[in-house]
């Protein structure tokens, strides 16, 4: 549903703005606006596809000039990443937003798993795991993909050597513990896939696909780059990165 809906919706907006008024109420609960490409919107459609929710894409990359734009579609978050609005509330932080759709849609099939955990202590793990991911991963791993993978594109951009070994240092430190827990488990919170995997996927794939230099850290560590190939070979990652290399229905030349 959501493929179709977001290329009907994509190619019709410039010709015809009252389209859009009809499709607003008749699209799917769920709409994320932002670029596939955007770390924080592929974590979101990520959880979204591994839920199996229905959703509507609204491309922010479609959009290059002002136009004026429905209602609905005034959705801006401050840091120009990732909007989910579902029925009349907006939520912007992409961890935020899994927590939501992995508790809302807790089981929307009977071979899903909690993204969650079961249990108390499952729970628990989770959250302990996605709480490194935020605030032990999630800055050395947005340092080096900007700096690494993007920057080289950015004319005059410089890059500081010494800060770049002392990022890698520092995730290397983060990813010694995973090595460490991922020696007993297949996952980080257990033998299950939950959220405290998923939230990894997007600054870990450009690390590995984009970087040289995080594809050899990730290498290095045996049971890091096992479960990398694991979690990066799921169906709902697949569809984000066929997404992501769609070509946005309006770009301005």
Known sequence: MYATWERRFSGEFEADPSFLCSIEKLMASVTVLGSPACTDVARV?????????????????????ERKLPEFLKLQDPSGQVTYKEADRTLFDSRAICRHVSRKFARARKNQNNLLGTGALEKALVEQWLQVEEQQFEKPSSFLLFNLAHAPLIDEHDVDPE?????????????????????????????????????????????????????????????????????????????????????PALLEK
């Open 163 to 247: 800060e770049i070994a002392r990022q890698i240092e520092k995730l290397s430190d983060v990813l010694d513990l995973y090595e460490k827990r991922l020696a007993s488990s297949e996952y980080l919170a257990g033998d299950k896939f939950t959220l405290a995997d998923l939230t990894h996927l997007p600054n870990s794939h450009y690390l590995v696909n984009n970087t040289e230099k995080g594809r050899t850290l990730f290498k290095s560590k045996a049971n890091v780059y096992r479960w990398w190939e694991a979690i990066s070979s799921r169906e709902s990652w697949r569809m984000v990165l066929q997404l992501q290399e769609e070509r």
């Open 45 to 65: 459609l990520a959880c979204l596809f591994e839920k199996e929710v229905d959703f509507q894409l609204v491309r922010q990359d479609n959009f290059k000039r």
